[in-house]
T-cell receptor
Framework: SAVISQKPSRDICQRGTSLTIQCQVD?????MFWYRQQPGQSLTLIAT?????????ESGFVIDKFPISRPNLTFSTLTVSNMSPEDSSIYLC????????????FGPGTRLLVL | DAKTTQPTSMDCAEGRAANLPCNHS???????VYWYRQIHSQGPQYIIH?????ETNEMASLIITEDRKSSTLILPHATQRDTAVYYC??????????????WGAGTKLIIKP
């Protein structure tokens, strides 16, 4: 199974600033995803990070707020821009792996608190 | 909306088998049943998945009914480290557009000493 790491593991930020979260996979994967988990809630998909092209965003999420990079098959970043307290969440990276791309594995998450 | 129904919470005594049910009555023929768990403050952990046949790995067993409308995740000898929220998800991994995992509320499993 894919092993996924994220940096930072947690951060406290001031409103109006931006934070970039890094996601590293220990093997090449085709599909990488970014999720958000607000306090006490289930996971919500933000976007699919596509290698070599622009990310595909889900309804309610826009590139200006959550720019994503995917420079290669093992790495991706998510930036949370112009943060407000409502952005306080856990941000999770996942990658799909398997002979038929059948299983998603998750990183440990980045806990973000915006003051 | 999640395509699965799970009990909100369950208790189990340490050392006993924990049996977590999941209903997925609208599952289609190509959809797999996946189980994940999320221990407090951690990322979701993949446990097991299956299509029709029962599956077993080092973590758990998955029993799928013959009509595939429900399944049970079995943790054979639960310990307090198994206390977590357990999610049952159905998905067809071969559909290119079907990459999103639809997360319900899951079952909060508490293992008691």
């Amino acid at each position: 199974s894919a092993v996924i790491s994220q940096k930072p593991s947690r951060d406290i930020c001031q409103r109006g600033t931006s934070l970039t979260i890094q996601c590293q996979v220990d093997s090449q994967v085709t599909m990488m995803f970014w999720y958000r988990q607000q306090p006490g809630q289930s996971l919500t998909l933000i976007a699919t990070a596509n290698q070599g092209s622009e990310a595909t965003y889900e309804s309610g999420f826009v590139i200006d707020k959550f720019p994503i990079s995917r420079p290669n098959l093992t790495f991706s970043t998510l930036t949370v821009s112009n943060m407000s307290p409502e952005d306080s969440s856990i941000y999770l990276c996942s990658a799909e792996q398997g002979a038929q791309g059948e299983t998603q594995y998750f990183g440990p998450g980045t806990r973000l608190l915006v003051l | 909306d999640a395509k699965t129904t799970q009990p909100t919470s369950m208790d189990c005594a340490e050392g006993r088998a924990a049996n977590l049910p999941c209903n997925h009555s609208t599952i289609s023929g190509n959809e797999y049943v996946y189980w994940y768990r999320q221990i407090h403050s951690q990322g979701p952990q993949y446990i097991i998945h299956g299509l029709k046949n029962n599956e077993t790995n080092e973590m758990a067993s998955l029993i799928i009914t013959e009509d595939r409308k429900s399944s049970t995740l079995i943790l054979p000898h639960a310990t307090q480290r198994d206390t977590a929220v357990y999610y049952c998800i159905v998905r067809d991994p071969l559909m290119d557009s079907n990459y999103q995992l639809i997360w319900g509320a899951g079952t909060k499993l508490i293992i008691k000493p």
